[in-house]
């Protein structure tokens, strides 16, 4: 079965560190410091410089782009800006119980999410509205909840999905099934 773009791109991010040598928040600041904007002059440099191989390069050529290019500062920062910022300290609470499961957690942020993974991803952080975050989970087989959605139309890169609208939402069972799609990534 062939896989969708971002599920091929997601993929090749999991992969990264062991494939290059570095996560890719470490080659966008290496990309960011290069001060070179077009495509194919950046694509060039990353081979060229450090030897990436060209898909590679071109993964983090247009993740730069995608991230606001050279100025646009923490994408989690942009996430939360303006209308969302309310929603930043659910957020934090979610970063600050998963960073506690272990020390090979990666904290991938992208343009319009937080992608948590291990050897994988194992979930997603999203502030979707201005009223609401959702955390996506990767719990195969899992029962569904009132609580514990389907992910249906909100992502196909997780299994389930959970509402947040305020910082007391991040309790004991949430940080339960991220600690779970954690342990099976």
Do not use: C
């Amino acid at each position: 079965m062939a896989q969708s773009p971002e599920a091929m791109a997601a993929a090749m991010v999991a992969n990264m560190p062991e494939k290059t040598g570095k996560s890719l928040p470490q080659w966008l600041k290496i990309a960011r410091a290069s001060k070179l904007q077009k495509h194919g002059e950046l694509v060039k440099f990353l081979k060229a410089e450090h030897g990436m191989t060209h898909g590679y390069a071109n993964l983090v050529a247009h993740e730069l782009k995608n991230a606001g290019a050279s100025d646009a500062g923490d994408p989690v920062d942009a996430q939360y800006a303006g209308a969302k910022a309310d929603l930043r300290p659910i957020y934090d609470a979610i970063l600050k119980a998963v960073t506690k499961f272990g020390t090979d957690v990666e904290v991938a942020p992208k343009k319009a999410y937080v992608s948590l993974r291990r050897t994988k991803q194992f979930a997603l952080v999203q502030p979707s509205t201005r009223t609401r975050v959702d955390v996506g989970l990767n719990l195969k087989g899992e029962p569904t909840t009132d609580r514990l959605e389907v992910s249906g139309s909100f992502s196909s890169m997780v299994t389930h999905r959970v509402r947040l609208e305020k910082k007391a939402d991040v309790d004991k069972q949430l940080i339960g099934w991220l600690r779970e799609a954690y342990e099976r990534a």
